[in-house]
């Protein structure tokens, strides 16, 4: 991070987003999109001596809780947001053509629905000159983000708000910055690529919707590139307009194996967050492999109901408090401790999975099953190779017979964590392949195939 910059964008790697902190000169700061984890925010306010006075959102997120109720908790922020959200917290509440005076700087609110209904832009003004915009999910980086978050039966009404919208923004001077809550990584529709913030001159002539030839074309671009989102999605808008509470201390109360049992009776389940190679050598039966990562949070919203309670286990050097805020993120706060002492506290029996290298997974001799995005798998997969995201495998797992089954990703993770659920329906002859696609292509001297090859069979 630059910390001559008077805004130093925040990145959550594991969901693809970025929020922002703004210098305002005066020992006060600026938070735009803040999450409910604080904790890099936080650090990076501190490094700069800076108190945040005031929190913005630009929409009601439906990919994280918003952190501005913290903000205002803890810093006394006021809190910036669109009237329209209807939000059910004490808020300044913007409407278009609105201006916010900072001290020396300015926010002029736009009016840019399209991601979401309310969804409000800010330009950050010095006088009059526009130093950039944050954009939220209007123009991003070489897209836009999705529309269909409000149902089927809005998705195309917001994308011709989105259309118009992103024209909008295109009108504002071609040197302002673009900073952009969503990024590479995000399931709000964000492209793959390094680069998360960006200028309006430079979308302008590299962004594929800003090229399209009418509203038409543009609507069918966008809804064209939509892929699947986790369920929390359609939940967390509505949970962010009342308000998600304040945080204090999170921590997992210790439990012993008798009391793990108890819970599992009850219907709590065991998410294993360490590596995938220590879940695959012992695992109490049953357990969900989520290996702890940047991406933790996601694939916890996207597996689990956010009310059935689970029992955390991890290694002795993972960061509880990493577990408790990526959860909280999301609003899964459903835990009920964790295993003292990790799999050494554990009496009971265990199971394990065979982790293998690519050069042992032989194109058409044993079933393969890659579970990435359906974007991943049509860029290239081993041939032959079966394909079910790994957000929709538990409700496929039944129409898969138990046969020895290899089942792989992109790296080794979400494989393991996709054999752990078809494990506890039941399938017992399974396999995990370490690394990738491009590994197995290296090791093999294979040609990947490409497209919708495969298909669960019925």
């Known amino acids: 991070m630059d910390i001559s910059s008077p805004v130093q964008p925040i990145v959550d790697e594991g969901l693809g987003?970025?929020?922002?902190?703004?210098?305002?000169?005066?020992?006060?700061?600026?938070?735009?999109d803040a999450s409910r984890d604080l904790r890099e925010l936080r650090r990076q306010a501190e490094r700069r001596r800076l108190t945040v006075a005031f929190a913005a959102d630009t929409h009601l997120h439906a990919d994280f809780l918003s952190g501005a109720r913290q903000l205002a908790a803890d810093d006394g922020a006021?809190?910036?947001?669109?009237?329209?959200?209807?939000?059910?917290?004490?808020?300044?509440?913007?409407?278009?053509?609105?201006?916010?005076?900072?001290?020396?700087?300015?926010?002029?609110?736009?009016?840019?629905?399209?991601?979401?209904?309310?969804?409000?832009?800010?330009?950050?003004?010095?006088?009059?000159?526009?130093?950039?915009?944050?954009?939220?999910?209007?123009?991003?980086?070489?897209?836009?983000?999705?529309?269909?978050?409000?149902?089927?039966?809005?998705?195309?009404?917001l994308a011709r708000a989105q259309y118009r919208s992103l024209r909008r923004l295109a009108t504002l001077p071609d040197q302002a910055a673009l900073w952009p809550t969503h990024g590479a990584g995000s399931f709000c529709s964000a492209p793959a690529g390094a680069r998360r913030t960006s200028t309006v001159g430079a979308e302008k002539a590299t962004n594929p919707l800003l090229?399209?030839?009418?509203?038409?074309?543009?609507?069918?671009?966008?809804?064209?590139?939509?892929?699947?989102?986790p369920p929390y999605f359609l939940r967390l808008a509505e949970a962010n307009r009342r308000g998600p509470a304040p945080l204090g201390r999170l921590s997992l109360a210790p439990l012993d194996a008798a009391a793990v049992r108890g819970l599992l009776a009850g219907g709590a389940v065991v998410v294993d967050v360490r590596p995938a190679v220590s879940f695959a050598a012992a695992h109490i039966p049953g357990a969900i492999?989520?290996?702890?990562?940047?991406?933790?949070?996601?694939?916890?919203?996207?597996?689990?109901?956010?009310?059935?309670?689970?029992?955390?286990?991890?290694?002795?050097?993972?960061?509880?408090?990493?577990?408790?805020?990526q959860a909280a993120k999301i609003g899964f706060e459903a835990w009920a401790g964790e295993l003292a002492g990790g799999m050494a506290g554990w009496d009971g029996p265990v199971s394990s999975i065979d982790v293998v290298t690519p050069a042992q997974v032989g194109a058409g001799r044993t079933r393969v099953l890659d579970v990435r995005q359906d974007s991943e798998y049509v860029a290239g997969h081993v041939p032959g190779a079966l394909h079910v995201e790994l957000g929709r495998?538990?409700?496929?797992?039944?129409?898969?017979?138990?046969?020895?089954?290899?089942?792989?990703?992109?790296?080794?993770?979400?494989?393991?964590?996709?054999?752990?659920l078809l494990e506890r329906?039941?399938?017992?002859?399974?396999?995990?392949?370490?690394?990738?696609?491009?590994?197995?292509?290296?090791?093999?001297?294979?040609?990947?195939?490409?497209?919708?090859?495969?298909?669960?069979?019925?």
């Open 393 to 420: 495998l538990p409700g496929q797992a039944d129409r898969l017979p138990d046969e020895p089954t290899v089942v792989m990703c992109g790296h080794g993770e979400r494989a393991m964590t996709a054999a752990s």
């Open 78 to 157: 006021r809190i910036l947001a669109s009237a329209a959200g209807r939000r059910e917290f004490d808020h300044v509440r913007l409407d278009d053509g609105d201006e916010v005076d900072l001290g020396g700087l300015t926010l002029r609110v736009l009016a840019t629905p399209g991601h979401t209904g309310e969804h409000l832009a800010y330009v950050l003004l010095d006088g009059n000159a526009p130093l950039g915009v944050f954009s939220g999910g209007s123009l991003i980086v070489g897209s836009a983000a999705r529309t269909d978050l409000a149902g089927p039966d809005r998705t195309e009404e």
């Open 211 to 229: 090229q399209a030839a009418d509203e038409d074309a543009f609507v069918s671009r966008l809804l064209d590139g939509l892929g699947s989102f």
């Open 425 to 458: 329906t039941g399938h017992r002859q399974l396999r995990v392949m370490r690394g990738g696609p491009d590994d197995w292509r290296e090791r093999t001297g294979g040609t990947l195939q490409e497209g919708m090859a495969g298909t669960v069979p019925g």
């Open 289 to 325: 492999s989520i290996p702890l990562r940047p991406q933790f949070a996601s694939w916890l919203g996207w597996l689990l109901d956010p009310a059935t309670p689970y029992v955390i286990v991890r290694e002795p050097g993972q960061d509880e408090q990493e577990i408790c805020r």
């Open 17 to 32: 987003n970025s929020s922002y902190l703004v210098d305002l000169g005066d020992g006060r700061a600026l938070a735009v």
